[in-house]
Every structure is written in structure tokens, then in C-alpha cells.
């Protein structure tokens, strides 16, 4: 499992910290304390991550040294930030979504009267038409 580690930088705000990454232009954080600030850095890094695997893009390897932005407030830290992207991945991958689907009246009252649990239905026929199952991940395709 990848584990990847960035720095971050952790600006003093009025109400917490603000958080930004020098490796990632564009992602940034907040948390009300540092704790806080520390655990939804994380999530961001996460998920820019994700975007830009799902976009094609190049992850850059983390800088040696990186770069403090000069405008940055007095009092800054700067704290590597460890994430896991494949656990990110598959937890958005897998994450539930809403999908509407067209039926017949008809149909959709004989399925509620008999209890019909449409999600588990269109899912598992949806599966058997792509010929996958629930334990194929969309990366062994």
C-alpha cells in the first residue's frame, strides 16, 4: 500500500490554523486547532491526490526542501502529512452514490409489494450486465 508524506505549512489564523502545501499549489486546509488543522490537511491532501490520479495528472514527488510562501504569517509550522491514496481511492470509489432509473408503474408497484430492495436489484444486475462482481476492483479490470 503507498504511503506518501508532504509538508505542510500550518499559518496561525485568527479562529485555528490555516494549512497549505507547498508541493500542491491549490490545496488547502483549515482546522479550528492544530490537532483539527492536521487531520483535515490530510483529507485534503487525500483527496487533491485522488483528483489528480483521476485526472491523468502526475503526482510530484515530495520536495527536500520545500518552498515557504513569503506572505505566509508569522508563527507558521511547517509538519510532514502522511496519507494513504489507495485507502482514499477506495473509499471514494466505493462510496455509495444516488442514481435515478426510469421504470413502469406496473413494475414498481409489483416490486413494493413484494418488498423489493431496488439498490440491491440494479446493483447486482448492473454487475452480471458488466461482468464484474462486488469483489472486482475497478483497477484489476
Known amino acids: 500500500m503507498r504511503k506518501l508524506t508532504y509538508?505542510?505549512?500550518?499559518?496561525?489564523?485568527?479562529?485555528?490554523?490555516?494549512?497549505?502545501?507547498?508541493?500542491?499549489?491549490g490545496c488547502v486546509s483549515y482546522g479550528e486547532n492544530f490537532e483539527e488543522a492536521q487531520k483535515q490537511a490530510a483529507d485534503a491532501l487525500?483527496?487533491?491526490?485522488?483528483?489528480?490520479?483521476?485526472?491523468?495528472?502526475?503526482?510530484?514527488?515530495?520536495?527536500?526542501?520545500?518552498?515557504?510562501?513569503?506572505?505566509?504569517?508569522?508563527?507558521?509550522m511547517v509538519s510532514p502529512v502522511i496519507v494513504f491514496p489507495d485507502l482514499v481511492r477506495n473509499e471514494l470509489d466505493n462510496r455509495a452514490v444516488k442514481t435515478n432509473l426510469t421504470i413502469p408503474a406496473w413494475l414498481k408497484e409489483m416490486a413494493e409489494a413484494q418488498g423489493v430492495n431496488y439498490s440491491k436489484v440494479f446493483q447486482t444486475a448492473l454487475m452480471d450486465y458488466l461482468g464484474v462482481s462486488h469483489m472486482t476492483s475497478r483497477n484489476n479490470k
Open 7 to 25: 509538508i505542510a505549512v500550518f499559518e496561525p489564523a485568527e479562529t485555528g490554523y490555516s494549512v497549505y502545501f507547498p508541493d500542491f499549489p
Open 46 to 76: 487525500g483527496l487533491h491526490i485522488y483528483g489528480m490520479e483521476k485526472d491523468g495528472d502526475e503526482i510530484p514527488a515530495p520536495s527536500k526542501t520545500p518552498q515557504v510562501d513569503p506572505e505566509t504569517a508569522p508563527g507558521y
